[in-house]
């Protein structure tokens, strides 16, 4: 089945020249996808006869929205999203006051094996396809009916061990002819792969790097992420230091406070000193704690962000914190309710 949002305007016009067609279907095709169409039925400005044989060999989007859950303190709604092989991945919706926000996955399942972390419990079952990201953020825009500004690579899956797909992705998302959304208003968030960080410096992307260090101390990073033994600290931030110059683009440090393991006045100190003087910002995030882990989160964000200084930080606000709106623990509980079944 070939996913038609997989392809640039560009290769539609070739799969729309091979099927016999005008080259003028891509860019209404394209333009379809980008509204979220889930039927080729929908593609009104197709006739019927493309309509139909369309439909035995391709599919728009390549997914849909399986269920949705409404916050009911914020504007969060957590879509779970059905891809065609029957898969599911999750996709929020955030509402801040520069706009809306889609956070999505970019695999199903994740091979890296943080401790704190719900997405990797079940390890990872395949990567997704450019068109399977891009359909996250047209199903939710179109379901809810708001224009997104801003993507965040940020839901399951580690964007740098799918590479190409999310570079792919980047840049058709960012096509005027299609969901325009500029490359300044996405973030791509990595445990730390190095190779992946030197690679994207020569994109000439205009995104923002994010990278989940949640350690000051090799010894501890590596006790809660298993990428710390091949990229440690020192490393990484070296990768870090290059992406900027290269880039001349300000870098976010994601920090997750677990109280007791990485939140003392010891670990800032280190951490302020091992970012003093880089172009960057730390987001410090309240831990989720999730069933199956027994991290605690600490209260001592604030205090936390005022011993890094010089280096700037600030306590993300957290959204949807009642409907599981992070980190893979809604795929999880539809595996676990669906395993149960059999
Ligand atoms: N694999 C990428 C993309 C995932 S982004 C990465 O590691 O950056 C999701 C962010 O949420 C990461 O910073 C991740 O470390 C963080 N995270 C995962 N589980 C969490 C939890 N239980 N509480 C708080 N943050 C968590």
């Known amino acids: 089945m070939d996913n038609l949002a997989d392809l640039t305007p560009e290769e539609l016009e070739e799969y729309f020249i091979s099927l016999g067609q005008p080259k003028f279907?891509?860019?209404q095709a394209f333009s379809w996808i980008a509204k979220g169409v889930t039927e080729f039925e929908q593609m009104t400005n197709f006739p019927k006869a493309l309509q139909k044989?369309?439909?035995?060999?391709?599919?728009?989007l390549g997914a849909k929205i399986c269920e949705k859950f409404e916050s009911a303190i914020d504007e969060t709604v957590k879509y779970l999203i059905q891809l065609n092989d029957g898969n599911?991945?999750?996709?929020?919706?955030?509402?801040?006051?520069?706009?809306?926000?889609?956070c999505i996955s970019t695999e199903v399942g994740c091979a890296m094996g943080c401790a704190f972390c719900a997405s990797t419990l079940g390890g990872l079952v395949r990567r997704l396809t450019p068109g399977e990201m891009l359909a996250q953020v047209a199903l939710v825009s179109a379901d809810s009916g708001h224009k997104v500004s801003n993507i965040v690579l940020m839901g399951i899956g580690e964007p740098m061990d799918n590479y190409e797909n999310v570079?792919?992705?980047?840049?058709?998302?960012?096509?005027p002819e299609g969901m325009n959304i500029g490359q300044r208003h996405i973030s791509l968030s990595t445990c730390g792969?190095?190779?992946?960080i030197d690679r994207l410096a020569e994109e000439n992307l205009g995104i923002t790097l994010c990278v989940s260090l949640h350690a000051a101390f090799d010894e501890k990073r590596t006790a809660m992420m298993p990428i710390n033994k091949k990229h440690p600290i020192h490393t990484l931030l070296a990768a870090c230091r290059r992406y900027t110059e290269k880039t001349g683009r300000r870098m976010i440090f994601e920090y997750a406070l677990i109280k007791g393991v990485n939140d003392t006045p010891q670990d800032a100190k280190r951490l302020s000193e091992l970012l003093r003087g880089m172009l960057c910002h730390v987001n410090v995030i309240p831990v989720n704690p999730i069933q199956e882990t027994n991290f605690e989160r600490s209260e001592r964000g604030e205090a936390f962000c005022r011993q890094l200084a010089p280096v700037t930080a600030t306590v993300r606000r957290e959204l949807g914190s009642d409907i599981n709106a992070s980190c893979g623990q809604l795929r999880r509980?539809?595996?676990?309710?669906?395993?149960?079944e059999n």
Do not use: C, D
Request: charged residues 25%.
């Open 25 to 27: 279907r891509a860019k």
């Open 53 to 60: 044989q369309l439909k035995g060999v391709a599919t728009p």
């Open 88 to 102: 599911l991945i999750e996709t929020v919706l955030m509402s801040y006051h520069h706009g809306y926000t889609v």
């Open 167 to 175: 570079v792919k992705f980047i840049r058709l998302v960012n096509r």
């Open 193 to 196: 792969w190095v190779n992946g």
């Open 333 to 340: 509980r539809k595996l676990e309710e669906k395993g149960s």
